[in-house]
């Protein structure tokens, strides 16, 4: 190579720091642009008997902006949780403020590494009334199992009427909201509709499903119109339509085998 040919080698440097950093930048966006993410703090609110006020209140906190949601504890009471706080002092002044303006009584701090435990495999076959594991944990947890995890926290809705965000919602934001509200429950953030859901993730091939993947539905890829969780044996958990009971269905029935899109996992 003649010398007007030879590159300077500080300039061969230069070149080789901007390569890496245009690779990094990459790499950050497509981090930051899969939509999911590990969740921070939240607060949990209520103790109610009754769904309907566990509805109510999370209908309320809805209609100020903040994305509510409401499960069944193992002791058959429902309460409410919220927010994704950086820090416990965060979510602290949150639920002081929200306690300032008359939206929320007492409250309990969430940790992020608060997931349920590894639960009983529920027999889909008959409606539970009340899930037999134990309480919400600290539990470290490696993601090979989280998929156990999430699965055995969607089987603990089955039978609970749910209506995710009354009626300032758009139709079909339920059965998102729903799986939404169980990967919450996991420590996970996932975007908010099915749409948004199928296009994050792995993609999963049918016969390769295990516990905790999502299995969509739909016209086409583009036209996602319902989403569940996979429970194994053939088996998803839904929100079916607005107002309906959570429940179980099998993704060979008639009615879903035809409509079956793809499925993506998160964990």
Not at 136 to 141: F, G, L, N, V
Not at 150 to 178: K, L
Not at 202 to 218: N, P
């Amino acid at each position: 190579m003649s010398e007007k040919l030879r590159m300077p080698a500080y300039l061969i440097l230069l070149l080789l720091l901007n390569i890496i950093s245009s690779s990094l930048g990459c790499a950050a966006n497509l981090k930051q642009q899969s939509g999911i993410s590990r969740l921070g703090y939240s607060i949990q609110v209520g103790a109610f008997s009754d769904v309907k006020n566990a509805e109510r209140l999370t209908t309320k906190l809805q209609s100020k902006g903040i994305e509510a949601f409401y499960f069944r504890k193992d002791n058959g009471v429902y309460v409410v949780r919220f927010g994704d706080y950086r820090g416990r002092d965060a979510a602290k002044k949150g639920a002081e403020k929200l306690i300032a303006e008359k939206m929320i009584g007492s409250y309990f701090i969430a940790s992020p590494d608060a997931v349920f435990s590894k639960p009983q495999k529920i027999d889909l076959s008959q409606k539970p009334v009340v899930s037999t594991t134990s309480a919400i944990q600290r539990k470290s947890t490696s993601s090979s199992d989280m998929g156990g995890v999430a699965a055995r926290t969607a089987e603990r809705f089955i039978g609970i009427p749910y209506r995710w965000g009354g009626d300032n919602v758009v139709e079909g934001m339920d059965c998102s909201g729903f799986v939404r509200a169980v990967y919450n429950l996991c420590g996970i953030s996932i975007p908010r509709t099915s749409a948004e859901q199928f296009r994050t993730g792995e993609m999963v091939a049918r016969e390769d499903l295990k516990d905790g993947d999502l299995v969509f539905f739909g016209s086409s890829s583009d036209k996602i119109n319902h989403v569940g969780i996979y429970v194994g044996n053939g088996r998803f958990v839904h929100a079916p339509r607005r107002g309906d009971e959570i429940k179980a269905s099998a993704i060979e029935d008639n009615y879903f085998s035809g409509r079956f899109v793809g499925a993506k996992r998160y964990f």
